[in-house]
């Protein structure tokens, strides 16, 4: 019977001996907010947590504990062994036999769950704090690595000069971004960015390498010193052909190597934020 179970029907058998009908504990101020949650006082700071925090278990004496799961605390007796610790739970008037294996992380259930010590809970929380904010730095742009002029897209019509694009390529240190200036024929400049982040790239190809676009739905020989980049999700505007197309093979190489060494070195710098 594991922890969660013995502890369900203690809730049960509390609700149906005499739990219903209480009103539930408000401050002082008498403002209907309820007053925070009573935590055990842990005997020489022994309490041992679940990674999530719903599983608890608090030595409060040299005796007693407190097992705590979801919000629910059910008071024990225990004893130490050897290399365990042997928890008494009674339940509906019966006694039950919990044991918890002394590990390096803490206790160890005969279930498999672990309950970290203090410290070790207090470590896998600064582990997750980092991880969280370092996929954030991932995301936030703080400087400007390098800049390309791309070739302009021109479209004529009839003769005359419909539209007019001018194109640059910006890396950043965790995205580049194509800007876009747009002059049509009888309008004012429209300027925007196609921004790809290094954390949605799955793949950057080599110059004229044969790949493979959802958007395309099938293989294809990329030509003029063309390349391109898969992302997930796909995304239409990281095909970088007619952007390149029109650039020398030492400009397309170099635009080409310095996508690859800005994604390389942010992959270096955001390990846990890489696609797997």
Request: hydrophobic share 35%; with cysteine.
């Amino acid at each position: 019977m594991n922890i969660k179970y013995q502890i369900l029907v203690l809730v049960v058998s509390i609700l149906f001996v005499g739990g219903c009908g209480k009103q539930a504990a408000t401050d002082g101020n008498s403002n209907g907010q309820s007053l925070p949650p009573v935590q055990a006082e842990p005997f020489h700071g022994q309490d041992y947590k679940s990674l999530d925090g719903r599983s608890v278990l608090t030595l409060t004496s040299k005796e007693e504990c407190d097992l705590t799961q979801d919000g629910t605390t059910l008071p024990c007796k225990y004893t130490k062994q050897t290399d365990a610790l042997r928890v008494i739970a009674t339940i509906m008037g019966t006694p039950q036999v919990l044991y918890f294996r002394f590990v390096d992380q803490g206790l160890q259930a005969n279930d498999g769950q672990i309950l970290l010590a203090p410290r070790q809970y207090a470590d896998a929380m600064a582990q997750i704090e980092k991880k969280r904010k370092e996929l954030t730095d991932s995301k936030t742009e703080t400087e400007t690595n390098a800049t390309f002029t791309l070739p302009q897209h021109i479209v004529v019509e009839n003769g005359s000069l419909y539209l007019q694009v001018q194109r640059t390529l910006i890396l950043t240190d965790v995205s580049l971004r194509i800007h876009y200036v747009g002059n049509a024929k009888g309008e004012g400049n429209a300027v925007h960015d196609d921004i790809v982040l290094f954390s949605q790239i799955a793949k950057i190809h080599d110059l004229e390498e044969e790949g493979f676009t959802t958007y395309y739905g099938y293989s294809f020989t990329v030509y003029n010193n063309e390349f391109f980049i898969e992302c997930k999700p796909p995304m239409l505007d990281t095909l970088l052909d007619q952007l390149i197309n029109g650039k020398s093979v030492i400009d397309a190489k170099a635009i080409h190597d310095a996508v690859l060494s800005a994604y390389n070195a942010w992959k270096i710098k955001f390990p846990d934020a890489v696609l797997k």
